[in-house]
């Protein structure tokens, strides 16, 4: 079955630093999602990254896909208040038949402080 | 925007009762895919339909269930509620009716068992 795991699950980070949070799943996958989610509140996309290497930008946010790793990265540069949120990874297996579904990680709760 | 509106948004039931969950995506797309948020727990996988069939199914008991409609709209029953199924209930979107899709999620219903 397929697993995925975040670390670490909380971080505090100080605004104006850089970070990078990670995403590990244990099977070969066929694509990785990043998603944010504010408190009390809905997921919102922020990332599909489709192949090895990819590597997506907004903003202050960087994804980067390494399959063979079976890891993906979220980079944050110079982190401001706007970015405190908790961040899912998600990740699918295209299986046979109907078996496909969308694998979420536990999540990552970012809290930035001046 | 996601285009999915769900309803309610809050639900306060008893143990034993059962819980009616509704979720719209816009126009046009065809896949319903239910997922529970619970504490500590992370986003699982309840159940996935498109063009009014029950398409896929995760790893909760039968007392879950549901149906889409032929607007596309969707329902989810839970049955015999316990204490353990408080939790955040999300209906998403597909846009192409495979789960490797980008999925856009709704606001949520926020369910409580007392």
């Known amino acids: 079955e397929l697993k995925v795991e975040q670390n670490p699950l909380f971080l505090s980070m100080q605004e104006g630093k850089n970070y990078t949070i990670y995403c590990n799943y244990s099977?070969?996958?066929?694509?990785l999602y990043w998603y944010r989610q504010d408190p009390g509140k809905s997921l919102e996309s922020l990332f599909v990254?489709?192949?090895?290497?990819a590597v997506k930008q907004e903003g202050r946010l960087m994804a980067s896909l390494d399959t063979k790793a079976r890891l993906s990265t979220l980079h944050i540069t110079a982190a401001v208040h706007d970015l405190s949120a908790t961040y899912f990874c998600?990740?699918?297996?295209?299986?046979?038949?109907?078996?496909?579904?969308?694998?979420f990680g536990k999540g990552i709760t970012l809290s930035v402080r001046p | 925007e996601a285009g999915v509106t769900q309803s309610p948004t809050h639900l306060i039931k008893t143990r034993g009762q059962q819980a009616t969950l509704r979720c719209s995506p816009i126009?046009?797309?065809?896949?319903v895919y239910w997922y529970q948020q619970a504490l500590g727990l992370g986003l699982q996988f309840l159940l996935w339909?498109?063009?009014?069939?029950?398409?896929n199914r995760g790893n909760f008991p039968p007392r879950f269930s549901g149906r889409q409609f032929p607007n596309y709209s969707s329902e989810l029953n839970v049955n015999a509620l316990e204490l353990e199924d408080s939790a955040l209930y999300l209906c998403?979107?597909?846009?192409?009716?495979?789960?490797?899709?980008?999925?856009?999620f709704g606001p949520g219903t926020r369910l409580l068992v007392l």
């Open positions: 099977t070969t996958s066929d694509r």
């Open positions: 998600a990740v699918c297996r295209i299986e046979s038949g109907a078996n496909s579904k969308l694998t």
């Open positions: 990254l489709l192949s090895n290497g």
């Open positions: 339909y498109d063009e009014g069939e029950e398409r």
């Open positions: 126009s046009g797309h065809t896949s």
């Open positions: 998403a979107r597909g846009t192409s009716g495979k789960p490797q899709e980008t999925q856009y």
